[in-house]
C-alpha cells in the first residue's frame, strides 16, 4: 500500500513539474521584448544667446542632420501597454552671428538623448498606431577641446506605427518632438572665459525616423 501511494505521489509531482516546465518555456518563447535599431533625420534646435555685457540677443542655431539610435520595449501585463528605453545621437554644427571661440562663430557638436517612459497602442496591441512619451537627458557635447559639455534635462513626445513583417520582425516608423531644457543665463560653450550664455528655456527639435523592431 505505502509503495503504491509513492509512486502515485511521485507520478504528480513529476506531472505538476512537466506542467511547470512546459508554463515557464512557453513563458519565456513569449515575445516580450523589442529592439529596434532606428536611423533618422532631425530638424530644428534654434536658442537665444546673448553676449556678455549686452542686452541684444541673437540665435544660436544647429544644422538639420541625421539622426541614429535604438529603441528597447518591454511588453507590460496591460495589453496594449510597453515600457521604452530610448537612445539616440545626433553629429550637427552650432552657428550664431556672435563669437562662440575665438576666431569662430560655429561649433560641432554631438547630440545624445537617453530617456525613459512607455508607448500606448489604442486598438490594445503591440502593432499599429502608437503615442510614446520619455524623459531624461541630453547630452551637449561639443567636440573641439577646452569646450564644456552640458547635461540638460529632456522629454520627449511622438507617434509612430509598427507593421508587423513577420511573428518576431517588424517595421518601425515614428515622428518624436524633443525639448531640451536649458538654464537661462548659464554659459554656451567655454574656452578660456565664457563670452556667451543662453537666453532661453531650452530647445525644440522634430525627429522622423524608421528601423525594423526584433522581437524575442
Known amino acids: 500500500m505505502y509503495s503504491h501511494r509513492f509512486r502515485y505521489r511521485s507520478r504528480i509531482r513529476q506531472t505538476v513539474l512537466c506542467l511547470a516546465t512546459a508554463g515557464l518555456l512557453t513563458t519565456t518563447a513569449r515575445a516580450e521584448v523589442e529592439l529596434a535599431p532606428h536611423a533618422g533625420f532631425r530638424m530644428g534646435g534654434d ?101 564644456d559639455e552640458h547635461h540638460r534635462a529632456s522629454i520627449s513626445l511622438g507617434g509612430g506605427y509598427k507593421l508587423a513583417l513577420t511573428e518576431s520582425l517588424l517595421a518601425r516608423f515614428d515622428l518624436r518632438g524633443i525639448y531640451t531644457a536649458l538654464d537661462s543665463g548659464g554659459s554656451v560653450f567655454c574656452d578660456g572665459g565664457c563670452t556667451v550664455r543662453f537666453d532661453s528655456s531650452g530647445f525644440f527639435q522634430a525627429e522622423i525616423s524608421a528601423g525594423l523592431a526584433l522581437r524575442f
Open 47 to 147: 536658442v537665444e544667446i546673448r553676449e556678455s555685457g549686452s542686452d541684444l540677443t541673437t540665435e544660436l542655431s544647429f544644422k538639420d542632420s541625421e539622426s541614429f539610435g535604438i529603441v528597447l520595449n518591454v511588453d507590460l501585463d496591460e495589453a496594449g501597454k510597453q515600457m521604452e528605453l530610448y537612445f539616440a545621437r545626433q553629429e550637427t554644427t552650432a552657428r550664431a552671428d556672435v563669437l562662440l571661440t575665438p576666431g569662430t562663430f560655429a561649433v560641432d557638436l554631438t547630440i545624445y538623448q537617453l530617456q525613459f517612459g512607455g508607448l500606448y497602442f489604442p486598438g490594445g496591441r503591440t502593432t499599429g498606431g502608437f503615442v510614446s512619451g520619455v524623459v531624461g537627458v541630453t547630452r551637449l557635447d561639443p567636440k573641439s577641446s577646452g569646450l
